[in-house]
């Protein structure tokens, strides 16, 4: 299954910053599809907590973003329309906690596709 979230509303940051995700449940990883105003990766993986959804780096365990609420290995969910808050970590070299935003899915591709080029091919070879 793969899911298409927007993330924005991170004010605090850019009244205009979003970025569009794809997160593929089958292999927990996520890629960068667009965005503006967010500076992260292109790609990395996912982890499941208490709190929701991890988006992490591809080679680091610290989240970039916290996807409250928003469970990937719930039964009935995710499903398009639904929405939370997302939760932008600063890196270590910015001062505060946190910039809360938005995240929203806007689409669930339950069809497993495989593609001729796939993002999330592994960088060692």
Same mark, same amino acid.
């Given at each position: 299954? /793969? !899911? #298409?979230?927007?993330?924005?509303?991170? &004010? /605090? $940051?850019?009244?205009?910053?979003? *970025? !569009? =995700?794809? $997160? &593929?449940?089958?292999?927990?990883?996520?890629?960068? +599809?667009?965005?503006?105003?967010?500076? %992260?990766?292109?790609?990395?993986?996912?982890?499941?907590?208490? /709190?929701?959804?991890?988006?992490?780096?591809?080679?680091?365990?610290?989240? =970039? %973003? !916290? =996807?409250?609420?928003?469970?990937?290995? *719930? /039964? #009935?969910?995710? %499903?398009?329309?639904?929405?939370?808050?997302?939760?932008?970590?600063? #890196?270590?070299?910015?001062?505060?906690?946190?910039?809360?935003?938005?995240?929203?899915?806007?689409?669930? &591709?339950? &069809? #497993?596709? $495989? *593609?001729?080029?796939?993002?999330?091919? +592994?960088? +060692?070879?």
């Amino acid at each position: 299954m /793969r !899911i #298409t979230l927007h993330l924005d509303t991170f &004010d /605090r $940051l850019d009244p205009n910053a979003y *970025a !569009i =995700l794809w $997160l &593929d449940n089958d292999t927990h990883k996520w890629s960068r +599809e667009g965005h503006a105003g967010l500076q %992260f990766p292109d790609r990395g993986k996912l982890r499941v907590d208490a /709190r929701g959804t991890l988006v992490c780096g591809q080679h680091d365990a610290r989240p =970039l %973003f !916290i =996807l409250d609420g928003l469970t990937m290995e *719930a /039964r #009935t969910g995710p %499903f398009e329309g639904e929405s939370g808050e997302a939760l932008w970590c600063c #890196t270590e070299r910015e001062s505060g906690s946190g910039v809360a935003g938005h995240w929203h899915v806007q689409c669930v &591709d339950k &069809d #497993t596709v $495989l *593609a001729e080029h796939s993002v999330f091919a +592994e960088d +060692e070879v």
